[in-house]
């Protein structure tokens, strides 16, 4: 089994947990590659280059989730499968505690691993006229914000049906993963990753009329900058950015390569919802 390896650089214990994985692939016979960041560290194992990952059975993520979501972006097009160890804070999308980490890797040798299978946007960044600004694969969202604290501007269609016009501080379009992120903390619903759609949540919104959507997963969204706006900022999952002016759009549709996570037997979204984001009554959150 050809496995890859990416990890945060910034945990003190990194060189530890890559000792231990190198141990245990030697015992199982597992082929690693590592990113080049970590090559310090794995000095006799090959790096993991751009056009090697489509020849991994598998790629461990080891961090929190930005490191999950980086990693992500590597592999979906590829369909290869993700193991989430999670050496971060919160960990909302890692399936296993670094404790976990020689079982997980057994488990997916022995084929007991569950497989979800997540949602993803391909998001468009344009100019008026259509060209092409960037294009991006995101798993969580796409946050289109002002660079400065002002209210801007944007005009909101879906499947080419106006929406609306928003005034607020930008608008995030999210992905079921992406419901329990920056768009839960926006007041945006809850989505289970069982069900396939697009949100879109207002950010501050200077107005009580304006709300969540929840769309259809099939349903292109688009977003134009209108004038009076400032310059702003696409950020694709917390990671990737372009800046956009007044004018220039973006589109969001549902990505045609989804996102495969893997998890152990008997995990599950609601009973990970109250442990990781205390979701609850009080008895729940004090035992």
Known sequence: MRVGVVAHPGYAALGATLSRVTEHARARGLELRFEASLQSFVRDFPSLAPQDCGDL????????????????????????????????????LTSALPEELESALDGVLAGTMKTDSRMTLRVRAEAADGTLHASYL???????????????????????????????????????????????SANGPIVSPLVDCILATPICPHTLAVRPLILPPDETITVEVLPPSPE?????????????APGDRIVARRSATPVRLLRFPGQAFFPTLRRKLRWGDLEERNP
């Open 57 to 92: 059975d598998l790629l461990l993520t080891l961090g929190g989730d930005g490191t999950l979501l980086r990693g992500a972006r590597m592999v979906a097009a590829h369909g290869v499968p993700i193991l989430g160890v999670n050496f971060g804070h919160l960990g909302f």
């Open 232 to 244: 702003l900022v696409l950020t694709i999952d917390g990671q990737e950015a372009v800046t956009l």
């Open 138 to 184: 995101a798993l969580n969202d796409a946050v289109l914000k002002g660079v400065v604290a002002r209210v801007i501007r944007l005009g909101v269609y879906a499947h080419g049906e106006e929406v609306g016009t928003y005034s607020a501080d930008g608008i995030i379009l999210a992905t079921p993963t992406g419901s329990t992120a920056y768009s839960l």
